[in-house]
């Protein structure tokens, strides 16, 4: 993140507030007391946010505001100015937001919204509208708190980009749509992700109570009625990025091994039987690699635990760079880690494995007292049939014994016996 201008006359405000950001944020913050030294700053730096007061000497009823948004600035003001007429005039200028200037608590409300903003950049929010003005509305409005946005003019463009990209975050839909319309839509979508892996925003000026009642009920997260305020959209919109975000934070703490980030054994279990058919259906086959750290015992008793979680580690970022995004790869417990291979024959599946193999066998790291570390792996194969899917495990872990039997550092691939 780039750094942030605080412009404040009051100077003791001014960089109170400065600290509060360096200390919550860690990022560089400017300070102007005048709109003449803003000028200076914005010559010379890239800014985030420009966090400003209104009444500067040199900009006594809010020039800054006009002259920051005509430099394409993203703009949060902090004023104790309170005149409604004037805040909601500003508020249909090109600002994020309007805070009035209080307390404490409202320098809080600030770090936190500069908090979601940088948060967001990390999502990208699909709009579905076949209004070309709307489309042009919400992708201004999102870009400005920072969005990464894909527009598209109906229902079924909408399915194809989400069938076609992974990184999608949230979609906001409009009901009256061609082709498919938002009510059909959020249907679809709700075969495959639900509420809380996906957040659907409907909005719509239909009147109708028992379409808004139907679009919850049928999955949508929130309705917004047109027209809607710039205001009520942006808390709306941050409301639900947020819920997402500890969602999936609660998600991932249990489905995630806490040492290497992996997906866990509950996880794979819960997963591997959709991944099976999403295989069948693509007329791929599955493969059942299980993979352990060989002579493991010894690296922890020679080096102690420290080392022990950092060959875990290591082996974990091996396994993730060797495969690919479709296959699943997690932690089983301790040393062991068990690969779900998504592909199209053995060959292949054998050549993976044969990477991952050679790559930690040429890797090592450095203990904490300097002393370089480097072990091998044993990995048994097994592919998946029409069996139980622990059956398939079974004998990648038979495999896997045997390979550990016959001189470990080595794959051994057999068919289910």
Excluded: W
């Excluded at 200028?93 to 309007?98: E, G, L, M, P």
């Excluded at 908090?115 to 076949?130: F, S, Y």
Aim: with cysteine; charged share 30%.
């Amino acid at each position: 993140m780039s750094r942030i201008l605080v412009i404040e006359d009051n100077k003791t405000l001014a960089n109170l507030i400065a600290k509060k950001i360096f200390s919550e944020l860690s990022v560089e913050v400017d300070t102007a007391y005048t709109l003449k030294e803003a000028k200076l700053f914005l010559s010379r730096y890239n800014y985030f946010i420009v966090l400003t007061d209104l009444n500067l000497p040199d900009s006594p009823n809010g020039e800054v505001v006009d002259y920051l948004v005509k430099k394409d600035q993203k703009v949060i003001i902090l004023t104790s100015n309170i005149d409604k007429a004037f805040r909601k005039k500003m508020m249909e200028k090109s600002i994020i937001d309007y805070i009035k200037k209080s307390g404490a608590a409202d320098i809080k409300y600030v770090i936190e919204m500069i908090k979601r903003l940088r948060a967001n950049q990390k999502h990208t929010v699909l709009v579905a509208d076949d209004s070309m003005p709307m489309r042009t509305r919400f992708k201004n409005l999102l870009e400005h708190l920072f969005f990464n946005v894909i527009t598209v003019a109906h229902g079924e463009e909408a399915l194809n980009i989400l069938q076609s990209r992974q990184d999608v975050s949230m979609l906001i839909t409009d009901y009256n749509m061609p082709v498919i319309n938002g009510f059909e839509l959020t249907k679809e979508i709700r075969k495959k992700l639900d509420k809380n892996t996906f957040p659907i925003i409907a909005v719509s000026s239909n009147e109708d109570e028992e379409l808004i009642a139907l679009f919850l009920k049928n999955g949508a997260n929130d309705y917004i009625k047109k027209p809607f305020s710039k205001e009520e959209f942006y808390c709306r919109i941050n409301n639900s990025i947020e819920s997402y975000e500890n969602i999936q934070t609660i998600l991932n703490s249990a489905n995630r091994d806490f040492l290497t980030g992996l997906y866990n054994r509950r996880y794979f279990f819960q997963h591997i039987n959709n991944l099976c058919e999403n295989a069948k259906e693509n007329y791929l086959d599955v493969y059942i690699a299980m993979v352990d750290i060989d002579k493991f015992k010894s690296i922890n008793d020679t080096y102690g635990h420290d080392e022990g979680d950092k060959a875990i580690v290591m082996l974990s970022e091996i396994l993730q760079s060797s495969t690919q995004p479709k296959d699943l790869v997690s932690r089983f417990g301790g040393e062991e880690f068990c690969i779900a291979l998504i592909t199209q024959d053995q060959q292949t599946a054998y050549a993976i494995c044969e990477r991952i193999r050679t790559s930690v066998e040429n890797a090592s790291f450095v203990s904490a007292k300097g002393e370089e570390i480097r072990y091998t792996v044993s990995i048994g194969l097994a592919k998946h049939e029409e069996a139980d899917i622990n059956e398939t495990i079974n004998q990648a872990d038979m495999n896997l014994y045997e390979a550990k039997n016959s001189g470990r550092n080595k794959i051994v691939f057999k068919e289910n016996r």
